[in-house]
């Protein structure tokens, strides 16, 4: 059985939820001696500029055959005064304005299109919804195609382009049930064939070091963010509600942001920002952790939460974000907040109490051993596919292809 | 320390004015391997709630200034998804809209050099006549809305009231007895009604998901919703398309014409009459022309000698008979092709006609059997009109 994604970029380097999730699945679907596994992707790795910074052509990452394809334009300015007068209202959109959007969000590959419509793939899974790539493939596809989402609610989900890739379809593939209440809410899929797999979580990793020591703060406790420093993960409010919790609570409580930073990184005593850090490093951080803290309200799934869940550490999300709420209602194993309030009391207690966090820990890891290890994911994703494959492509009649957007100055980063 | 560990608290904040730490009452004895999904869910509630009356009691002891909790609370929903949660964020927003009513023109002034004050200053003090005249009517249309909203606002809580009194108590899933629906009198029948239809077939309620499998063994390319989690567990496991929804919520998300059979049974039977004739309306416009409606039911008089005491006081209907579905379904465009009954079947045996009245005798029999003792299920099949 021959499996392609289409992605809009791929690579280890690349850092995205998505990105990376279509990453890791197929490198284990790889694995499988009864799969051939291919990605189509683009020769960008930016998906602000898309532009082309990797040779065309076929290559190997990490044992997977990649396809590249070079994007037809960068991004163009014009995306972003369209961006900003359509997300008022989506709905609102034209179905020719919400094309022109997904046109210039790109990355329009012309020939990943060509090579999708060829493809001698029994299966194609495009991931994830939002870009050039995946409507165009599902538009152009000849055999049987699944769409992995990784949706959250954004004003975009509501354009009526993705309406029709989403008619098309003819599976799809969920992170979590908050994720496919949503898209059965805002598509009426809900008899369209479909599975909620969810990630799977790798054995932790670390070399045993103290946390403490690579953050450079002893043995002081500390509360642990994992993932991109970004005031759209919620970085920002995170910040602030610790500051005022240490104005509050003098004390040696630390909190410690661990990732790559995209705006700036936080400034205070009881902050330390380590930036990118190695594999190693993460597990060490995280396994020393009081609390790890998830403040986006705009996650489709989180794989943080369980590896924080791997190692029994607790965490504490944010009470508006359906698929991290879920993880915890569904395990038991975190606290939520949803004002500074509850932040400060949650806070309070998690650090203070150490049954509750072993408790809420082990509850976490219980749920992730049941749900979310590698191989049972694997398992349940190949014979999905199976069930795709069987029932053949549908008859519909398909979407046409987005229209290339070539004019127009294009953006630049830092410019 | 690794925090696989449970330790000690180590980091005990050393808290200053009211704000003591929220710990636990008393002690919670299981050992945490010992909890199972709904212990872990109480334990969640349980320490929550815990958390929500310890901000209550910070709330009302003022130990944190309002206009401060405001502007953090405000942080807080501008980086949340609006909309998703319920009455509470609709009054959260509410006061977004209302502390953005207010337009300052009093621009601040502030500069790095002594002049740059001065310039600025004099730009703002030239420019207020203008600026206020524009802002004053910004300000009224901004109140205008925010009034409105208000208004709004109260009519919907209103609503909600006047509703929330109306609202049907709802029967808890986990009263609806534990089905095997492929192991059924009626699980052929089923088969046979939904055979050689071409598109998706929803199983409705499907317990434990062995008719989902039967129909997929036979080729009909079928999946099932259940409310009750537990039970479709191991059908998830064995790879099914099975998900824990109610029937009406399910149908709610499928586009139109996209299903070739629906399968009803389970709790369907006994729903309000407002829902049931939702649940048809959807059920009729979901099924594509020709599609399949397959309907398994108790009858009345078995419902009421045999079903539990829970469901029978707390179901918010109760069964109809099959001619009565028959008239319901009509209504709906689906129109009856077959009925077949079965079940529990306590029927009197006629007695030999040599004895004595054993006409008379065996009339009685037969009006017995009919009304009270016959089969106490039906299967009705139907199918939607063109």
């Not at chain 1, 029709?164 to 994720?179: K, N, P």
């Not at chain 1, 409010?237 to 040696?252: C, I, N, T, V, W």
């Not at chain 1, 936080?266 to 993460?282: C, F, I, L, Q, R």
């Not at chain 2, 050099?113 to 206020?132: D, T």
Request: proline share 6%; hydrophobic share 40%.
């Amino acid at each position: 059985m021959k499996l392609a994604f289409v992605t809009p970029r791929y690579g280890s380097e690349v850092i995205g939820g998505a990105e990376t999730a279509a990453r890791m699945l197929a490198e284990r679907m790889s694995l499988r001696p009864d799969w051939d596994v291919e990605i189509l992707t683009s020769c960008a790795l930016d998906h602000l500029t898309w532009e082309n910074t990797e040779p065309a052509g076929t290559s190997s990452v990490n044992g997977v055959t990649v396809r590249r394809f070079p994007t037809a334009s960068r991004r163009l300015l014009e995306y972003f005064e369209l961006d900003g007068r359509l997300r008022v209202s989506p709905t609102t959109a034209s179905l020719a304005e919400s094309r022109r959007w997904v046109a210039l969000n790109g990355p329009m590959c012309p020939e990943l299109v060509d090579a999708v419509a060829t493809s001698d793939a029994d299966v194609i899974a495009c991931y994830p919804y939002l870009f050039a790539t995946t409507v165009d493939a599902i538009a152009a596809a000849r055999v049987p195609t699944v769409l992995h989402p990784a949706a959250h609610d954004e004003p975009a989900l509501y354009l009526k382009a993705f309406q029709q890739s989403f008619r098309d379809i003819d599976g799809l593939v969920y992170h979590t049930r908050a994720e496919r209440d949503l898209m059965e809410h805002v598509f009426g899929i809900g008899a369209k064939p479909q599975i909620v797999l969810g990630l799977g979580v790798n054995e932790p990793a670390g070399d045993g070091r103290r946390g403490g020591e690579i953050l450079g703060i002893g043995d002081r406790p500390y509360l642990c963010y994992l993932g991109r420093v970004d005031e759209h993960k919620g970085c920002g409010m995170l910040a602030e509600y610790f500051a005022h919790y240490k104005d509050r609570h003098p004390g040696d409580l630390v909190l410690a942001f661990v990732g790559p930073v995209s705006d700036k990184a936080p400034e205070h005593p009881d902050m330390v920002v380590t930036g990118t850090v190695s594999e190693a490093e993460k597990w060490d951080i995280l396994a020393d952790a009081q609390v790890m803290v998830s403040p986006s309200a705009y996650e489709s799934f989180s794989l943080v939460l369980l590896e924080a869940w791997t190692l029994d550490v607790p965490v504490l999300v944010n009470a508006g974000c359906a698929a991290t709420m879920e993880h915890c209602r569904r395990s038991g194993g975190g606290l939520y907040f949803e004002s500074y309030r509850t932040f400060e009391a949650t806070v309070d207690r998690l650090v203070g109490d150490a049954e509750t966090r072993a408790r809420l820990g082990c509850a976490g890891r219980d749920y992730t051993e049941r749900y979310y290890r590698w191989p049972s994911i694997i398992d349940r994703y190949a014979e999905f596919l199976q069930a795709v494959v069987s029932r053949g492509p549908r008859t519909s009649i398909r979407t046409g292809r987005l229209p290339l957007v070539t004019g127009g100055p294009a953006y630049e980063r830092g410019g | 320390m690794p925090a696989s560990t449970p330790s000690e608290p180590t980091a005990a904040p050393s808290g200053t004015e009211s704000t003591s730490p929220v710990v636990p009452k008393e002690p919670l004895s299981p050992k945490p391997d010992e909890l199972d999904a709904a212990e872990r869910a109480e334990y969640l509630a349980e320490v929550m709630a815990e958390i929500d009356a310890e901000v209550r009691h910070r709330r009302a002891s003022g130990d944190l200034p309002a206009g401060l909790e405001r502007e953090l609370d405000e942080l807080f929903l501008e980086f949340s998804p609006v909309g998703l949660q319920g009455k509470a964020r609709l009054r959260e927003n509410l006061a977004l809209v209302d502390g953005a009513a207010y337009v300052d023109i009093a621009v601040p002034v502030e500069s790095e050099k002594k002049i740059g004050v001065y310039i600025k200053r004099l730009i703002r003090k030239s420019l207020n006549w203008y600026l206020g005249f524009i802002v004053h009517q910004v300000v009224k249309f901004a109140w205008a809305v925010s009034r409105m909203f208000h208004l709004v606002v109260d009519h919907i809580e209103d609503i909600e009231t006047t509703v929330e009194s109306l609202r049907i108590p709802e029967l808890p899933a986990t009263a609806v007895p534990v089905t095997d629906p492929g192991a059924s009198w009626w699980a052929d029948q089923a088969l046979a009604a939904v055979s050689g239809t071409r598109g998706r077939v929803l199983h409705a309620e499907c317990g434990n998901g062995s008719l989902v499998a039967r129909f997929i063994a036979d080729g009909v390319d079928a999946y099932g919703v259940d409310p009750v989690e537990t039970t479709i567990e191991p059908a998830i496991e064995r790879g099914l398309d099975v998900r824990a929804e109610a029937a009406l919520d399910h149908l709610e998300v499928v586009a139109e014409e996209a299903l070739a059979g629906i399968v009803l049974s389970g709790s369907v039977q006994w729903l309000h009459p407002n829902e049931r004739d939702r649940l048809i309306a959807l059920a009729s416009s979901r099924l594509a022309v020709d599609g399949v409606l397959v309907l398994h039911s108790a009858t009345p008089e078995a419902w009421r000698r045999s079903t539990s005491p829970l469901v029978a006081d707390l179901a918010p209907g109760h069964p109809l008979h099959a001619d009565t579905w028959t008239h319901v379904l009509a209504a709906f465009g689906l129109s009856r092709t077959a009925l077949h009954t079965g079940g529990e079947d306590r029927r009197l045996d006629r007695l030999a006609t040599s004895s004595t009245d054993a006409t008379t005798i065996n009339a009685a029999i037969d009006t017995v059997n009919d009304l009270l003792l016959g089969p106490g299920e039906y299967l009705l099949v139907a199918v939607r009109a063109r």
